[in-house]
């Protein structure tokens, strides 16, 4: 692919070039041999800063290859059945990713000939893809000198700066994309070269193929913006970053000035909410009941046991007590189904799962159930564990459906 991105006029600033090719350098070394690292497919690539938004490199890996096994093509993704898509990406969360994923593929297909684009602001318009992921897809895959910046990117960037200020505030987030796009710039070549002699390849200590061409600047700006991404993820990590083999050390200000821990500066937390849930595992001659979420709400079309949200208390609460708080509850969500429906069998839950979705902190009770209230089946479908094994559930009802596996 060709940079079809603007070059503006670099920086002249020696401080820059030395970050930059300090961090080229470093990169050459140490970068990671991933499986997205070894190609140059835009399709490929993109698939793998989605699914690397919120989740970690080692979770991402075999959930990338499978994806690219099954859905190897734009076309492949553009043309699958959503529920496909869903249960390729189940356990990864924030479904709308996915969605958006496959409405991009079918809008790549229908403008772009099925040809992931090469102009910036064609990338930037598909859904799903912010500045973040246009600028990641357009340097790694097109080596264009396009800014990124993310989390681990704006750590680098604070504490090199020393910049005190929150980075989520409009106007040091803008600085903090100047600072990035300084960088990508310095470490554009000054002339285009061809795509082929970018795909030059050198073998790396385990004798796989590996990126390795900084020293030439042939893949300077893909390479200048992994190695930032990679530098936060492996060195300048949010807690103990270890200053002493940092490429960048001599130019750090946070490391000066001993401020590395305080930065960057996040402001406060939002206060963590405290919520617990109550799942019914119900079963039936060899079926269980379960139901597909709606759309529109969190993990919208995943499949779920019956559950219901209870206030402080939880299943302990009189029953007056917790239907007036499932009713409460019920009039601002989807839950279909209330705790009188069931009957509890099992004498203790068979499983309980602690997790967090955004800021909140989830208790989820699966007890073994029956159904008492046989208007409420009509909320949801009586599968068979074979059944329920194609479907995509959300995360925490995958563990309830392995432990009722197991039990
Ligand atoms: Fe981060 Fe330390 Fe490197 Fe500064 S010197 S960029 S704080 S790892």
Redo the contacts with the bound molecule.
């Keep these: 692919m060709s940079a079809k991105l603007k070059i503006q006029s670099k920086p002249s600033g020696a401080g820059a070039k030395r970050v930059v090719d300090a961090l080229l350098a470093w990169f050459a070394a140490n970068a990671r041999d991933l499986p997205w690292r070894r190609t140059r497919d835009p399709y490929a690539i993109w698939v793998s800063e989605i699914m690397l938004q919120q989740t970690q490199v080692k979770t991402v890996i075999p959930y990338w290859e499978r994806w690219l096994r099954e859905l190897p093509t734009i076309a492949a993704l553009a043309d699958t059945a959503p529920e496909k898509i869903h249960k390729l990406w189940e356990g990864l969360g924030y479904y709308t990713r996915v969605r958006n994923m496959q409405k991009a593929a079918q809008m790549i297909v229908e403008k772009h000939h099925g040809r992931f684009p090469e102009n910036f602001n064609d990338i930037l318009a598909l859904p799903g893809i912010g500045r973040y992921t246009a600028g990641a897809i357009a340097s790694i895959a097109c080596n264009q000198p396009a800014p990124i910046l993310d989390g681990n990117v704006i750590?680098?960037l604070t504490?090199?700066h020393g910049i005190t200020e929150n980075p989520r505030e409009k106007k040091t987030n803008a600085r903090l994309w100047k600072l990035a796009e300084e960088l990508v710039m310095q470490a554009a070549p000054q002339s285009p070269r061809s795509s082929r002699r970018e795909e030059a390849h050198s073998k790396s200590r385990n004798g796989q193929s590996l990126l390795t061409s900084a020293a030439t600047n042939e893949n300077a700006c893909s390479h200048l913006n992994q190695s930032l991404m990679e530098?936060g993820a492996l060195?300048?990590?949010p807690r103990s970053?270890?200053?002493g083999i940092?490429?960048?050390?001599k130019s750090?200000v946070?490391?000066k000035q001993n401020s590395?821990e305080q930065?960057p500066n996040l402001g406060k937390r939002e206060a963590a909410t405290a919520r617990r849930f109550i799942a019914f595992v119900a079963e039936r001659r060899g079926k269980f009941l379960v139901r597909q979420r709606p759309a529109g709400v969190v993990n919208a079309h995943l499949w779920e046991f019956p559950n219901v949200e209870l206030g402080e208390g939880g299943a302990r609460q009189s029953s007056a007590r917790r239907s007036e708080v499932v009713e409460r509850r019920r009039a601002r969500s989807d839950a279909p189904y209330h705790p009188g429906d069931f009957r509890l069998t099992s004498p203790a839950p068979l499983c309980i799962i602690k997790h967090s979705i955004t800021r909140y902190r989830i208790t989820l009770e699966a007890w073994r159930a029956k159904l008492t209230n046989s208007s409420a089946k009509t909320a949801g479908v009586w599968l068979t564990r074979r059944q329920l094994h194609q479907l995509a559930f959300t995360s925490a009802h995958r563990k309830i459906l392995l432990t009722a596996d197991a039990g």
């Design positions: 750590r680098v504490r090199l530098l060195v300048c990590t970053p270890q200053c940092c490429p960048v050390n750090c946070a490391r590395q930065l």
